[in-house]
């Protein structure tokens, strides 16, 4: 899910930025500190930090080639959720399983998880296909997944883990529902 937060935090800004209008030098110090970082496991990964205010007056310590600033922003966050629905793209298909894009992060499924059917890897074409529904899965697929574990450290956003189910009614690629949807619609005319 999307969040936003109201952050006040005292921001040094470096010399470098320094010939910059203050509010762009203290957005871009901002931005170097918090974006593409996952703050603590209940904010999640910052996404975008917008509506930056900055005192004018910045402290100076002795020393330092920077200017601290009392800044108020807002940040984008994105903070997966275990056991949301989640609808995303496939982006590869490997041996293991599928990487499925969701928000700003990748979802893994392992190949168990892929459907309620055995399933066998299709490595010259790419793909996934059930050896009884014959039900195909590979990238560029539009896929409804649950997330069911989730590994989220404070640091870089590159660290966090998701782990899907697309197995639970409902869930799979998006034209298998649709299939689906749609034969049911037809059995429940000729009746």
Not at 26 to 31: C, D, E, P, S, T
Not at 38 to 65: R, T
């Amino acid at each position: 899910m999307f969040y936003l937060y109201k952050v006040n935090d005292l921001v040094r800004v470096p010399a470098t930025f320094f010939g910059n209008p203050l509010e762009d030098a203290v957005a871009l110090a901002i931005k170097e500190k918090y974006v593409g970082k996952v703050i603590s496991e209940e904010v999640g990964i910052v996404l975008q930090v917008l509506d930056v205010q900055a005192s004018e007056e910045g402290k100076v310590p002795i020393g330092q080639g920077a200017t601290y600033h009392e800044a108020t922003f807002t940040l984008l966050t994105y903070r997966p959720l275990e056991r949301e629905i989640i609808e995303g793209e496939v982006v590869a298909v490997e041996e293991y399983g599928i990487h499925v894009r969701i928000g700003p992060i990748e979802g893994v499924a392992h190949q168990s998880q892929l459907m309620d059917d055995y399933v066998d890897y299709d490595a010259r074409a790419g793909r996934y296909v059930g050896r009884n529904t014959k039900k195909t899965i590979e990238r560029g697929d539009l896929v409804r997944a649950r997330i069911i574990t989730i590994s989220m450290h404070e640091g870089d956003a590159s660290d966090v883990k998701v782990n899907l189910t697309l197995r639970q009614p409902g869930l799979g690629s998006l034209q298998w529902l649709d299939t689906e949807r749609e034969a049911a619609k037809a059995k429940g005319e000729q009746h």
